[in-house]
């Protein structure tokens, strides 16, 4: 069973340690879904759904959850595994700490377009063409990563 960090335990961790995290870069019909962050890091900018890994809870599980919570939907697939990724933040949730994430990332390739997407972390999504995301300054330079490398597009 996963667990909530209290709020002054989180602090430190993010301030001493990196934090394991996921990020569902999700398709349908060869269009990216991203989200205009409402919180720091990244704040303002598209990006992709995603948080931490709990304490205690699988990757699985995980991807189960942040699907649940960000996307609205009940997993019913494997996403695909894309790469491990580093992501480093000047700032984070906390005033004057920077953030350090290890990545995972995921495909999630779905079969209709989501509706009444939760925006507790992005307040406005937009789907994207790789080639629109790659080319605007409005999508962080973290969520191009997953599409500069051949190996890691969709085939």
Known sequence: M??????????TVVEY???ISIDLVTIYQDKVLLGKRV???AFGFYFTTGGIVRKNESFKDAQKRIAKD???????????FIGVFE?????SIFEDISTHYVNHGYLLELDKELK????????????????ELMNSNEVHKYVKDYFK???????
């Open 2 to 11: 996963s667990k909530f960090i209290p709020t002054e335990q989180f602090k």
């Open 17 to 19: 340690a990196p934090l």
């Open 39 to 41: 919180n720091k890091p």
């Open 70 to 80: 960000e996307l609205g939907i009940e997993l019913t697939q494997k996403p695909k």
């Open 87 to 91: 992501h480093f933040y000047y700032d």
């Open 116 to 131: 009444n997407i939760p925006q507790e972390q992005h307040s406005i999504y937009k789907w994207f063409t790789i080639k």
């Open 149 to 155: 490398f051949k190996h890691n597009r969709r085939k």
